[in-house]
């Protein structure tokens, strides 16, 4: 089936410093490619969407600068913590779709913590 | 917006005892309805899935039922095992150029031996 490969599991970073998380999908073309957080004990909130060769789409109350999307190919994306800071310590999901009529397989997620 | 609105938890059982978590949804359209479950530390697993109005969802004997009259898709399961302690999240894929899924709030289920 569709493996989707996120790395690293976790991090631990300086606040100031940026932190780089890595979504591969394995075994077939991701068009589209989502972000998530998770708070502790919460629900997965979308922060934005991506599709191949194109900027992605931020959901309200995300700073897009601070959270940068890349999305250059179809196997690969990148979403940047630039100037981490202690609030944006949380776990963070990829989740990526070959194309609208097939189902979404997620990365194992990335605890992010930032001291 | 499409919503999607969750039992909430935590939920302790015994094994071997019956589980239900319900589910309900908001949304436009005729959208897909998921079940999801994240064990501790790790991403989401789809559990099962259901595209359509009366279609039934199963894997690993849990079940889920698309009622678009009453707009729901509770998960069920006969005899929960202690492996099946995770979080259970329902979630839904709507009507937007991307169709994004939605999700509930995650429900908790412990089972105890």
């Known amino acids: 089936g569709a493996v989707v490969s996120q790395h690293p599991s976790w991090v631990i970073c300086k606040s100031g410093t940026s932190v780089k998380i890595e979504c591969r999908s394995l075994?077939?073309?991701?068009?589209?490619m989502f972000w998530y957080r998770q708070f502790p004990k919460q629900s997965l909130m979308l922060m934005a969407t991506?599709?191949?060769?194109?900027?992605?789409?931020?959901e309200q109350g995300v700073e897009k600068d601070k959270f940068l999307i890349n999305h250059a190919s179809l196997t690969l994306s990148t979403l940047t913590v630039t100037s981490a800071h202690p609030e944006d310590s949380s776990f963070y999901i990829c989740?990526?779709?070959?194309?609208?009529?097939?189902?979404?397989?997620f990365g194992s997620g990335t605890r992010l913590t930032v001291v | 917006g499409d919503s999607v609105t969750q039992m909430e938890g935590p939920v302790t059982l015994s094994e071997e005892a019956f589980l239900t978590i319900n589910c309900t949804y908001t949304?436009?359209?005729?959208?897909?309805l998921f079940w999801y479950v994240q064990y501790p530390g790790e991403g989401l697993q789809l559990l099962l899935k259901?595209?359509?109005?009366?279609d039934k969802g199963s894997n690993k004997g849990f079940e889920a039922t698309y009622r678009k009259e009453t707009t729901s898709f509770h998960l069920e399961k006969g005899s929960v095992q202690v492996s099946d302690s995770a979080v259970y999240f329902c979630?839904?894929?709507?009507?937007?150029?991307?169709?994004?899924?939605?999700f509930g709030s995650g429900t908790q289920l412990t089972v105890l031996p």
């Open positions: 259901a595209t359509k109005a009366d």
């Open positions: 979630a839904l894929s709507g009507s937007g150029s991307a169709r994004q899924l939605t």
């Open positions: 991506s599709n191949e060769g194109s900027k992605a789409t931020y």
């Open positions: 075994d077939f073309q991701a068009t589209t």
């Open positions: 989740s990526a779709r070959e194309g609208q009529d097939y189902g979404y397989t």
């Open positions: 949304a436009t359209g005729y959208p897909s």
